[in-house]
């Protein structure tokens, strides 16, 4: 009897995943137009006016409850209310293009000259869209209420703008109600559609931003020794810190230390007295990143009282790790292997790019998960941010069953306790 018993949950689950998958692909030709409307229209981060518009007039025509927006800007969160009582789930997509021309010829290429999707948010957001039309059409078996968040600005607000999941947590997204946990997902080239690819603890890096000033004494390049160097001192500090990673952190640690920008000097005969740099820190650590700010400081101070230089230093807090429970993620495998197959579920490794999901972590459990989005057969592999960007659409489908699954199998889970 308790082997029957065992068995019948299983078939269950087994036979609502087929249902979910017989309905995502029916919706294939409309994930693929949906995602190419919205490619072609790309918008750049806290701009995203139109996308929001397409997403607000879809989610009202699937009937959804309490559709806010002008969230953070434009960000749009709605909830999709099962036919059966139970906890809050949230699932949330990102919107934003970035400012980069496209340069591959399809059909659905950009027509905003210098404004591309090259990081898969249109994707993600005909996901979600998708997610919401499955759980409508099967709102009799959904035992809560999913909180569907299509958030702005990932990839960071303008110069003196707020935005992104910080703001949207600010301007309440995440309450009234409160979901006990939020899941998502990204684009990843490298894996090939069809595939999903997951981690549980650290993920994904945090990602802090700093500026170095320093200053010397300007003379003619005849006599440097009546002067302080400032480049001859910034070539030393961007040594010096390099070996922070390799001297002063544990080397099992993951860091990177990188200096993007470097602006000195004015003339090839003269003594440059200021250079300025700008640069990002990765740590996969709260302990190491709180411990990486304070050993620059004491490295630059070093460095440049070797030269009788002096210095300025900005350390700028940006998105914090990404942090996938490990509860939540154990409990949702079975869900995702149901939805794609044993064999296309995989563990990958962890990332040092950035994602400000994090912030959503921050407040309650979060999953994010890495969406197969590539095909070497077709030819696409390009990796986000350039130019060649693009995504197999297959993944669309993909990612719709997926999400569709696990959020279906969550909110049974836990209303009923198990």
């Known amino acids: 009897l308790s082997r029957l018993a065992e068995a019948e949950p299983a078939e269950a689950a087994s036979a609502r995943a087929t249902q979910v998958a017989r309905a995502a692909e029916a919706l294939r030709p409309r994930l693929i137009a949906t995602r190419r409307d919205l490619h072609q229209h790309p918008e750049l981060s806290n701009r995203e006016e139109r996308t929001a518009h397409v997403v607000a007039e879809h989610l009202r025509a699937l009937g959804l409850e309490e559709i806010k927006t002008n969230v953070a800007h434009h960000g749009v969160v709605a909830l999709l209310k099962g036919a059966q009582p139970g906890p809050v789930v949230a699932v949330r997509a990102d919107m934003d293009a970035l400012p980069i021309n496209e340069t591959i010829d399809v059909p659905y290429k950009s027509l905003v000259p210098g404004v591309k999707h090259a990081c898969g948010h249109d994707a993600h957001t005909t996901v979600a869209l998708g997610t919401a039309e499955v759980l409508r059409q ?16 990932e990839e960071g607000a303008p110069d003196g703008e707020e935005g992104g999941a910080a703001l949207m947590i600010k301007e309440g997204a995440l309450d009234n109600p409160r979901p006990l946990a939020i899941f998502g997902l990204h684009c990843t080239p490298e894996v090939e559609a069809g595939r999903i690819g997951y981690r549980a603890g650290p993920a994904q890096a945090s990602a802090d931003g700093f500026s170095i000033t320093i200053r010397g004494k300007m003379v003619h390049a005849a006599t440097p020794h009546k002067g302080i160097d400032t480049i001859v001192v910034a070539a030393e500090c961007i040594t010096a810190l ?9 080397s099992f640690e993951p860091i990177i230390i990188t200096i993007g920008t470097i602006h000195g000097g004015t003339r090839q005969n003269i003594l440059a007295d200021e250079v300025k740099m700008e640069g990002t820190v990765r740590t996969l650590s709260e302990e190491v990143r709180n411990r990486v700010e304070q050993l620059m400081r004491d490295t ?30 154990g409990e949702a495998l079975p869900s995702i292997r149901r939805a794609v197959g044993q064999t296309n579920v995989f563990e990958v490794p962890k990332r040092m790019g950035a994602e400000d999901f994090c912030f959503y972590q921050q407040v309650v459990p979060g999953f994010f998960l890495r969406l197969g989005s590539g095909s070497k057969a077709k030819g696409i592999t390009a990796e986000g941010h350039t130019p060649e960007f693009d995504i197999d659409e297959e993944c669309l489908v993909t990612g719709v069953k ?17």
């Open 242 to 250: 390099q070996s922070i990673k390799s001297r002063r952190i544990d």
């Open 138 to 153: 099967l709102r009799d078996q959904l035992h809560g209420t999913v909180k569907f968040l299509f958030q702005p600005a």
């Open 300 to 329: 630059l101070a070093g460095v440049t009282a070797a030269y009788g230089a002096t210095f300025d230093f900005q350390y700028l807090r940006g998105t914090m790790v990404v942090y996938n429970d490990p509860k939540l993620v």
């Open 402 to 418: 997926v999400m569709s699954t696990v959020v279906l199998d969550f909110l049974d889970r836990h209303q009923s306790g198990r």
